[in-house]
């Protein structure tokens, strides 16, 4: 059995208590690990895989594993900015509508944990 790592969120209007589980695959080239998000709302497992990206900073695909909040999206490109959280990108609607979303501040908490 792999290990599996735990981190608080920040909390947000949408969802006040949520957290993170992490569980690293070391067996796939393509994929670094199982993300699941935990909120006030729903429990969602994506798998992370990072992709090149030109900008300075870390690009990272989020593919659902589960049914999340939105059905009509199932995968997410979440950028992490060198420069700081200020500079993070998601293409989900609730980053549209509030430059903030669980995909990245589930992302920061990953690489500002050093588990990715
Ligand atoms: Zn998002």
Same mark, same amino acid.
């Given at each position: 059995? +792999?290990?599996?790592?735990? *981190?608080?969120?920040?909390?947000?209007?949408? +969802?006040?208590? +949520? /957290?993170?589980?992490?569980?690293?695959? $070391?067996?796939? $080239?393509?994929?670094?690990?199982?993300?699941?998000?935990?909120?006030?709302? /729903? +429990?969602? /497992?994506? &798998?992370?895989?990072?992709?090149?990206?030109?900008?300075?900073?870390?690009?990272?695909?989020?593919?659902?594993?589960?049914?999340? $909040?939105?059905? *009509?999206?199932?995968?997410?490109?979440?950028?992490?900015?060198?420069?700081?959280?200020?500079?993070?990108?998601?293409?989900?609607?609730?980053? $549209?509508?509030?430059? &903030?979303?669980?995909?990245?501040?589930?992302?920061?908490? %990953?690489?500002?944990?050093?588990? %990715?």
């Amino acid at each position: 059995m +792999s290990a599996t790592f735990t *981190e608080v969120l920040p909390a947000r209007k949408s +969802s006040k208590h +949520s /957290a993170i589980q992490w569980r690293p695959v $070391t067996d796939d $080239t393509h994929v670094a690990g199982v993300l699941t998000i935990h909120t006030d709302r /729903a +429990s969602v /497992a994506y &798998t992370v895989s990072e992709f090149p990206t030109d900008w300075p900073g870390r690009g990272f695909l989020l593919a659902k594993e589960t049914a999340g $909040t939105d059905p *009509e999206s199932e995968r997410y490109s979440v950028f992490c900015a060198a420069a700081g959280p200020w500079g993070d990108t998601c293409d989900c609607k609730g980053f $549209t509508y509030k430059a &903030t979303c669980k995909h990245v501040d589930a992302v920061r908490a %990953l690489v500002g944990n050093a588990w %990715l």
